[in-house]
Every structure is written in structure tokens, then in C-alpha cells.
Nanobody
Framework: QVQQVESGGGLVQAGGSLRLSCAAS????????MGWVRQAPGKEREFVAA????????YYADSVKGRFTISRDNAKNTVYLQMNNLKPDDTAVYYC?????????????????WGQGTQVTVSS
């Protein structure tokens, strides 16, 4: 099992950028599909992005496609989310998530664990 700690959230103006990081514990990090989900006030948690175990495959929600980029560094047990051209609708708590299932055409994956989250606020 991995445990995740997110960082990098903050307040940014619309059109700006942020880079989230997720440091994961455990020697089996490279065996997990990793991803990001978010939850805005009063809304359900929603999928944002996922990356395969080796980093060769990625998958994005339509709402962030072309603006967000997920990546991972298995040597550092870290996954990143580069967020560009941020919009007020991107305001949410962002959670780093892990899944045991491998890359599939049926993604998004079903995540089994989440970190504590980091707040991202985009002002208009």
C-alpha cells in the first residue's frame, strides 16, 4: 500500500499555472497507477488525470485536457500535475490517488487510496 502527501496548492489568478506534487511512501510505488482527483465545495469528487505504472500512458478528464499534464518519477516516488491556463472552475481540493489496476482502455481507473489533499483556488 502507498501513502500519499500532496503539496503545491495555492491561490492563483485565472490564466495562471500551478504544479502539484505528490510524494508517496513505500517501495512498491512503481506498481501503482497514480492519478489526481478533485472536489469542489458542494460537489462530488471528480476524476482529473491518471498515469500508468511506467508513465507511458496518461488519461485526462475532458475538462482539463490540453491544460493539465500528469507525470511521474518512479525513482523519486513522486507524481506531478502541471496545471496551466487555470480557470475559476478548477477551484477545488486536489487529491493524489493510487490504483492497483494497470492501464486499460476502460479508464478512468478506480482509485483505492487518497492523500489528504491540497487546496487550489483560482480567482477571476
Amino acid at each position: 500500500q502507498v501513502q500519499q502527501v500532496e503539496s503545491g496548492g495555492g491561490l492563483v489568478q485565472a490564466g495562471g499555472s500551478l504544479r502539484l506534487s505528490c510524494a508517496a511512501s513505500g517501495r512498491t510505488f512503481s506498481t501503482y497507477t497514480m492519478g489526481w482527483v478533485r472536489q469542489a465545495p458542494g460537489k462530488e469528487r471528480e476524476f482529473v488525470a491518471a498515469i500508468s505504472r511506467g508513465g507511458g500512458a496518461t488519461y485526462y478528464a475532458d475538462s482539463v485536457k490540453g491544460r493539465f499534464t500528469i507525470s511521474r518519477d518512479n525513482a523519486k516516488n513522486t507524481v506531478y500535475l502541471q496545471m496551466n491556463n487555470l480557470k475559476p472552475d478548477d477551484t477545488a481540493v486536489y487529491y493524489c490517488a493510487a490504483a492497483s489496476e494497470p492501464y486499460s482502455s476502460k479508464w478512468p481507473p478506480t482509485f483505492g487510496s487518497w492523500g489528504q489533499g491540497t487546496q487550489v483556488t483560482v480567482s477571476s
